[in-house]
């Protein structure tokens, strides 16, 4: 590894030192001066895409303990809710068979459909 960087160093020196005498050195610091600003906006943005990244990890992590709270959470209700429901139609039936007489529906067929109140249409003339 050491020796890589070493030959990178090196190649990089042999360029620098070929661009001076081709082209003098205020263009050469003019270009290497953009070069590098160059790579510190491409490094910026390399790095605010990996920090965005890392945040859309925890966010998506966060999310699922929640939906995962929330299926628990979700299962206790259901399960109240279900247990309070057996324990209605055991009573219901309990108290059919105390009385003798039969519990009311809860259909809707004992709903009516139509009714009336007297004098509204009257109300509704004078108003």
């Known amino acids: 590894m050491l020796k890589l960087i070493l030959a990178i160093i090196a ?16 263009a050469l610091a003019i270009g290497l001066g953009v ?7 491409f490094a910026a943005f390399g790095v605010g895409s990996w ?8 966010g998506a992590r966060i999310a699922l303990q929640a ?17 309070l429901a057996k324990e209605m139609l055991r009573l219901r039936g309990e108290a059919q068979k105390k009385t ?7 259909g809707e067929d004992l709903v009516e459909g ?6 509204l ?3 509704m003339d004078n108003g």
Do not use: C, N, Y
């Open 51 to 58: 920090w965005s990244g890392k945040l859309m990890e925890r």
């Open 121 to 123: 249409e009257e109300d």
């Open 67 to 83: 939906q995962t709270s929330d299926d628990r959470r979700d299962m206790v209700q259901m399960r109240a809710m279900s247990g």
């Open 35 to 41: 070069f590098f600003l160059v790579v510190v906006i």
């Open 100 to 106: 003798g007489f039969p519990a009311l529906a809860a």
């Open 11 to 26: 190649s990089f020196g042999v360029v620098i030192s070929l661009l001076w005498l081709m082209v003098g050195g205020t």
């Open 114 to 119: 139509m009714f009336t109140v007297s004098g």
